[in-house]
């Protein structure tokens, strides 16, 4: 079975730029959560999202968004890029339903740099 | 919210020894705790995970154990060896069992293990 695809795994921006970066789940999961990896704040979530609808939302600015298609792959949006969105952009995909079946099986990662 | 500290945040063993990593959380209502791998250049790798039902599980070289009254949890890895060097994260759920895609993580434990 396919593991989590992100693309790009690299990316450079301008700040005030925005960027669009893209996650496939495993086949056959329908939640997609998205988080951001600095050295500074660590391992933070930013949203996700379960059969097309944000189900919960991390402490992050309106800047950043995301949405969820209809075939589960998602993407997230960072809009007027700051030097502080410079991170690593971490996609987990997990089945999504009651518990019992959370375990989040996470990509290789968006590596984001803002000059 | 949910807030996890995660201890020590460098550990090195030599191989063959035992590593323990100890994590607290503050949220009494969190109920699944799962811990990742992480190496460099990768995403997270989920290796073990435990929910509030049980107080510890094991599989093979690798055990996490579970105190809800004390509110921390642990991973046990036995018989170290130099493919376990990679930073090791706590995470948390604090969704009530529901399974809402967010964990949760402490800042990590830089692993080295000496041959």
């Known amino acids: 079975k396919a593991g989590v695809t992100q693309t790009p795994r690299y990316l450079i921006k301008t700040r005030g730029q925005q960027v669009t970066l893209s996650c496939s789940p495993i086949?056959?999961?329908?939640?997609v959560s998205w988080y951001q990896q600095t050295p500074g704040q660590g391992l933070q979530f930013l949203f996700e999202?379960?059969?097309?609808?944000?189900?919960n939302k991390g402490n992050f600015p309106g800047r950043f968004s995301g949405r969820q298609f209809s075939n589960s792959r998602s993407e997230m949006n960072v809009s007027t890029l700051e030097l502080g969105d410079s991170a690593l952009y971490l996609c987990?995909?997990?089945?999504?339903?009651?518990?019992?079946?959370?375990?989040?099986?996470f990509g290789p990662g968006t590596r984001l740099t803002v000059t | 919210g949910e807030n996890v500290e995660q201890h020590p945040s460098t550990l090195s063993v030599q191989e063959g020894d035992s590593a323990v990593i100890k994590c607290t959380y503050s949220?009494?209502?969190?109920?699944?705790f799962p811990w990742y791998k992480q190496e460099l250049g990768k995403g997270p790798q989920l290796i073990i995970d435990i929910r509030s039902n049980v107080g510890e599980k094991k599989d093979q070289r690798i055990a996490v154990t579970l105190n809800k009254t004390a509110k921390h949890f642990s991973l046990h890895i036995t018989e170290t060896q130099p493919e376990d060097s990679a930073v090791y994260f706590c995470?948390?759920?604090?969704?009530?069992?529901?399974?809402?895609?967010?964990?949760?993580f402490g800042r990590g434990t830089q692993l080295t293990v000496w041959p």
């Open positions: 086949s056959g999961h329908r939640s």
């Open positions: 987990a995909s997990s089945r999504g339903q009651l518990a019992g079946n959370g375990e989040q099986y």
């Open positions: 949220d009494s209502a969190s109920n699944y």
């Open positions: 995470a948390a759920d604090p969704d009530r069992g529901s399974t809402l895609g967010r964990l949760y």
């Open positions: 999202y379960f059969s097309e609808t944000q189900r």
